[in-house]
């Protein structure tokens, strides 16, 4: 894992220095045919109990299909009314009855201090299902995920997937 270019002339405290992998516990592959598929997935994920503190990472090249997942997953916990993708404004809150979420797209994300500008490591602490698009523009900053998707897109609808559960939380959102 490499530091965020600003941070490697600067002084970090041991924590960020030392980062390492956390190990995959369990890996999982999916074919989506197209995006009824992806919409399935993303209710089915919805109805796991660990899915309400848990921190998902979603990886992929551009139009991949990460803001499409997770616009499908907020529907399916009952987001209602318009979803924008925070790709300017780097999160998107969501209120629902028992569940703060939080939606990350760190793509535009350029400068270490501007995680603690925004409060980022609060949002983090706090309760609630966050979920991350692009967190290697932030990786040295970040927690390790409970599970990363790796979307890779095959074709104009097909897309290819693996899970990969990091934390014991994580292993559970694969069941």
């Known amino acids: 894992m490499r530091p965020l270019p600003q941070l490697r ?3 970090l405290p041991v924590e960020v220095m030392t980062l390492t992998h956390a ?3 369990e890996t999982r592959s ?3 045919p197209d995006e009824a598929a992806c919409a399935a997935y993303a209710a089915t994920l919805a109805r796991c109990p660990g899915l309400r503190d848990a921190y998902v990472e979603l990886r992929g090249a551009l139009g991949a299909g990460k803001t499409t997942f997770v616009r499908h997953l907020l529907r399916a916990l009952g987001v209602q009314g318009r979803i924008k ?3 300017y404004t780097v999160l998107e809150p ?3 009855p028992g569940l703060a979420v939080s939606h990350f797209d760190f793509y535009r994300f350029e400068d270490a ?3 603690e500008d925004a409060g980022l490591r609060e949002v983090f602490a706090a ?3 966050k979920l991350a ?3 290697q523009q932030a990786e040295a900053l970040l927690p390790t995920p409970d599970l990363r998707l790796l979307i890779e897109a095959v074709d104009e609808t097909r897309r290819s997937v693996t899970l990969q559960a990091f934390t014991p939380r994580g292993q559970e959102l694969l069941r």
Do not use: K, M, V
């Open 30 to 32: 999916l074919a989506w």
């Open 94 to 96: 969501y209120e629902l």
């Open 127 to 129: 309760p609630g299902l």
């Open 85 to 87: 993708s925070p790709s």
């Open 9 to 11: 002339n600067q002084q």
């Open 113 to 115: 201090r501007e995680w």
């Open 23 to 25: 190990p995959i516990l």
């Open 133 to 135: 698009e692009w967190p």
